[in-house]
């Protein structure tokens, strides 16, 4: 079946840097759109990025435009989400989903892998 299994999450002082990671198996990855999700305690899940199939179209929220950024390696199986000047806004359960149902961009996801926590320390 399919599983996807984030890693990377920790905890870092505001200004910091943290490299998530996706990693995929049974499914033919190549074919699948892989979005990042975050839900901070209190609030609902939100989309934070997403990457096309080829790798060759991304999106993102606009409070993350300019710090993160979404890459894929097919070879690997693995996405990447980079993020940059982290803020504490920005700590929350990091989730990540693959889908291959619709078109790019899309916030229906088929598939959620189990979370990786992220926390941003003032």
Same mark, same amino acid.
């Given at each position: 079946?399919?599983?996807?299994?984030?890693?990377?999450?920790?905890?870092?002082?505001?200004?910091?840097?943290?490299?998530?990671?996706?990693?995929?198996?049974?499914?033919?990855?190549?074919?699948?759109?892989?979005?990042?999700?975050?839900?901070?305690?209190?609030?609902?899940?939100?989309?934070?990025?997403?990457?096309?199939?080829?790798?060759?179209?991304?999106?993102?929220?606009?409070?993350?435009?300019? &710090?993160?950024?979404?890459? &894929?390696?097919?070879?690997?199986?693995?996405?990447?989400?980079?993020?940059?000047?982290?803020?504490?806004?920005?700590?929350?359960?990091?989730?990540?989903?693959?889908?291959?149902?619709?078109?790019?961009?899309?916030?229906?996801?088929?598939?959620?892998?189990?979370? /990786?926590?992220? /926390?941003?320390?003032?």
């Amino acid at each position: 079946q399919v599983q996807l299994v984030e890693s990377g999450g920790g905890l870092v002082q505001a200004g910091g840097s943290l490299r998530l990671s996706c990693a995929a198996s049974g499914l033919i990855f190549s074919d699948y759109t892989i979005g990042w999700f975050r839900q901070a305690p209190g609030k609902e899940r939100e989309f934070v990025s997403a990457i096309s199939w080829s790798g060759k179209s991304t999106d993102f929220t606009d409070s993350v435009k300019g &710090r993160f950024t979404i890459s &894929r390696d097919n070879a690997k199986n693995t996405v990447y989400l980079q993020m940059n000047s982290l803020k504490p806004e920005d700590t929350a359960i990091y989730y990540c989903a693959a889908d291959n149902r619709y078109h790019f961009p899309t916030y229906e996801y088929d598939h959620w892998g189990q979370g /990786t926590q992220v /926390t941003v320390s003032s």
